[in-house]
């Protein structure tokens, strides 16, 4: 039987830089997020989300 596979952490998911330094600055946080108290993960998500809406709204205007 293999031995079971480690779990991913946010940083071995992390994906390459995108170019986009706002949306690069966002994946960074989220990655980084993990390592916070709770509710300090949450508030770092929610910029993050809102950056990446911010961004997403520009691009589709």
């Known amino acids: 039987m293999p031995a079971p596979r480690p779990m991913p952490t946010p940083a071995t ?9 706002a949306v690069d600055a966002a994946v960074r ?13 949450l508030a770092a998500y929610e910029a993050a989300h809102r950056t ?3 961004v997403l709204t520009a691009i589709e205007a």
């Open 13 to 21: 998911l992390m994906p390459g830089p995108t170019g986009h330094h």
């Open 29 to 41: 946080a989220v990655a980084n997020a993990a390592d916070l108290p709770l509710a300090e993960q």
């Open 52 to 54: 990446l809406r911010e």
